[in-house]
């Protein structure tokens, strides 16, 4: 059985939101529909579509199809984890490394993977971008997402994937989704090997115009050929990258 349309821009999507204002946070819930339908969520954790299972419903429909089992799935900037919950059940005996530098999401992260028994799933509380060391960090005013800034109000670890798949510390991916609201850049300049040696899928989410430009000549550059998924706003916009060997 399919649930019908719960996204934001359907009506019935509307009209389901109107009382969610009332739900109590922290209440572990189903999420209603989508691949990860069944799975227990937190309330309050993050928007009301991730346990109604609207969130960036394309976008998860595309992994859905994407992702194979015994692959390496990458999730950076895993937020509270409804990407981790989704690529840990696709890849099956594989594995995910989760990427989140954010004091408050590490804890609902963590806690989302202990509900649904997906211990195929390793936490790294890291910020990738093109340095190893400590950067500034600032989070956003409703604490669910922050990003790499000069001046934050917080110091995070900093890593670049080059430096953790040369070291051994993780293995090279299959998959990566990337979503650093605005360091996608750095990230990707930080992961020059990877992606040239293991061409690895990327589902990426830009933040800025001047971002996604440089980040699809950087892509490019390196023999990927880019579609764009869903939507596209002024701000943002969702890209499936992809070498054709």
């Known amino acids: 059985m399919n649930f019908p349309n719960l996204s934001s821009e359907s009506r019935l999507g509307r009209l389901a939101r109107l009382p ?7 209440l572990i819930l189903p999420i209603l529909q989508g691949p990860l339908r069944g799975k227990r969520w937190i309330s309050g954790s993050a928007t009301h579509g991730c346990w109604l299972g609207s969130y960036e ?24 984890g409804f990407y981790s919950l989704l690529s840990s059940l696709l890849v099956g005996y594989g594995k995910v490394f989760a990427f989140e530098p ?23 509380p ?6 190893m060391g400590q950067a500034h960090f600032q989070i956003e005013a409703s604490g669910l997402m922050g990003h790499l800034a000069e001046g934050g109000s917080t110091t995070v670890a900093t890593a670049t994937l080059d430096s953790l798949v040369e070291s051994g510390r993780i293995a090279p991916p299959n998959f990566i989704k990337m979503d650093i609201e605005g360091a996608e850049l750095l990230a990707l300049q930080g992961s020059s090997q990877v992606f040239q040696r293991f ?7 830009t933040h800025g ?3 996604e ?4 000549e950087l892509l490019r550059k390196w023999g990927y050929d880019l ?19």
């Open 102 to 124: 954010a004091p408050r999401n590490l804890p609902y992260l963590r806690r989302h993977l202990e509900l649904n028994h997906a211990g195929n799933v390793e936490v790294l």
């Open 213 to 216: 430009t440089e980040c699809r």
């Open 57 to 80: 419903y394309d976008k998860q429909q595309i992994i859905a199809r994407e992702v194979w089992p015994g692959s390496v799935f990458y999730d950076i900037g895993a937020n509270v």
């Open 209 to 211: 115009a001047d971002v």
């Open 227 to 245: 579609k764009e998924i869903g939507g596209k706003s002024s701000d943002r916009n969702e890209l499936l990258a992809k070498t054709p060997f």
């Open 126 to 131: 890291l910020a990738i971008s093109n340095t």
């Open 199 to 205: 061409h690895p899928v990327l589902f990426l989410a």
């Open 20 to 26: 969610l204002a009332l739900v109590p946070s922290e």
